[in-house]
């Protein structure tokens, strides 16, 4: 159980396109769920937490404006990067958190490679 | 600021070897995880230590927490190739976010 799917697991797009990385959960309903970035041989960094039905919380540095994130479900967080440019190009990773008998677990999406030419 | 660093941050052993990775963090936290992360791989969960001197082993691995010390380490005891990964831990902060330790790359040679 708790099987978190990320889609598309690769994608690549030109400067100033936008992307959609779709997070689902596959078994479990997510109360919130967690979108991180990882440059290479770098750790993961947290960029914000989203809980269903409500405005996502981005960290500090973190453009909500290129960011978007939309959690209209229980099973589903979506992550849009507007106007891409390859400074943006990274491993995207999301996770998820149920309210059920591990409310402190979180479990790990695939990741969605982005490269941006 | 909240740091979570990990030390070594590279480590190459030989197999059959033993070996600690440390994990220091600067904030109270009662929730420490580990994972480990194969190169173009998303992360596997390996333990959850939930309190103060909470210990866990499965195979090689064992994970302990000592909270007034901020301190975990993870422990691996005859080393085999298939461990060859990176390391992470995390901490879990009042808000149920997780901080990230900096990784640690192990390398297992025959």
């Known amino acids: 159980g708790a099987v978190v799917s990320q889609h598309p697991s690769r994608v690549i797009c030109k400067s100033g396109t936008s992307v959609k990385i779709e997070c689902r959960s596959l078994d479990f309903q997510a109360t919130t769920m967690f979108w991180y970035r990882q440059f290479p041989k770098k750790s993961l960094m947290l960029m914000a937490t989203?809980?269903?039905?409500?405005?996502?919380?981005?960290e500090q540095g973190v453009e909500k404006d290129k960011f978007l994130i939309n959690h209209a479900s229980l099973t589903l967080s979506t992550l849009t990067v507007t106007s891409a440019h390859p400074e943006d190009s990274s491993f995207y990773i999301c996770s998820a958190r149920g309210s059920g008998a591990f409310p402190y677990e979180q479990y790990f999406g695939p990741g969605t490679r982005l490269t941006v030419t | 600021e909240l740091k979570v660093e990990q030390n070594p941050l590279f480590l190459s052993m030989q197999e059959g070897k033993n070996y600690t990775i440390y994990c220091n963090y600067s904030t109270t936290s009662d929730r420490l995880y580990w994972y480990r992360q194969d190169p173009g791989k998303s992360l596997e969960s390996l333990f959850v230590l939930l309190s103060n001197g909470a210990v866990k082993q499965e195979g090689r691995l064992m994970a302990s927490l000592d909270t007034k010390a901020r301190l975990s380490t993870l422990h691996i005891t005859a080393a085999v190739h298939d461990l060859s990964a990176t390391y992470f831990c995390a901490v879990d902060i009042s808000t149920n976010k997780l901080i990230f330790g900096t990784g640690t790359l192990l390398a297992v040679q025959p």
């Open positions: 989203s809980n269903e039905g409500s405005k996502a919380t981005y």
